[in-house]
T-cell receptor
């Protein structure tokens, strides 16, 4: 079964500093990989996705993520955070070909990383 | 509509009552998902629809939970005889098919008193 680990429950970063949120996955092949962001009281917004090709993926709001097959990782980065980036961040995986049925859900999510921005 | 719409946005109910949560997906999206988000627990998969059928109900936590989808569009998640542990945010998402990203609604915050 596929799984996603986000080892950091909370991260505090100063405004203007760089950010890296970690994500490791377990899957038998190369999955589709996603990062979502959730602001308080809101649903999840897709930041970026990796399906294939270039392992460095650019997303919205200045975020990027790098797929590293050897490390089964898909870490999210941003060179300089803004106070508006404070939110919950979720990494997710999906089997190639999308939903596979048989008890598997469309996406498997990590438990999230809560990002706090210090002024 | 432009995005996934869920209603109500907030629901407070007494223990033992039934509740219905509604999801209106993005027009044309064939796949629809329900997730539950509890504090500190991440997102828990509940049920998946492809069209009007639900090939995977494995995430429904008990037989008090049911869901249906009609016309390949709107879905309703029903919780019967609500319990306090049902308090959570219920998120709906839709997608246009396999391998495509999920688009989420803003959720329904359910509080059972």
């Amino acid at each position: 079964a596929q799984s996603v680990t986000q080892p950091d429950i909370h991260i505090t970063v100063s405004e203007g500093a760089s950010l890296e949120l970690r994500c490791n996955y377990s899957y038998g092949a190369t999955p589709y990989l996603f990062w979502y962001v959730q602001s308080p009281g809101q649903g999840l917004q897709l930041l970026l996705k990796y399906f294939s090709g270039d392992t460095l993926v650019q997303g919205i709001k200045g975020f990027e993520a790098e797929f590293k097959r050897s490390q089964s990782s898909f870490n999210l980065r941003k060179p300089s955070v803004h106070w508006s980036d404070a939110a919950e961040y979720f990494c997710a995986v999906q089997g190639p070909g999308g939903y596979s049925g048989g008890g598997a859900d469309g996406l498997t999510f990590g438990k999230g990383t809560h990002l706090i921005i210090q002024p | 509509g432009a995005g996934v719409s869920q209603s109500p946005s907030n629901k407070v109910t007494e223990k033992g009552k039934d509740v219905e949560l509604r999801c209106d997906p993005i027009s044309g999206h064939t796949a629809l998902y329900w997730y539950r988000q509890s504090l500190g627990q991440g997102l828990e998969f509940l049920i998946y629809f492809q069209g009007n059928s639900a090939p995977d109900k494995s995430g429904l936590p008990s037989d008090r939970f049911s869901a249906e989808r009609t016309g390949g569009s709107v879905s309703t998640l029903t919780i019967q005889r609500t319990q306090q542990e049902d308090s959570a945010v219920y998120l709906c998402a839709s997608s246009s098919g396999q391998g495509t990203p999920l688009h989420f609604g803003n959720g329904t915050r359910l509080t059972v008193t």
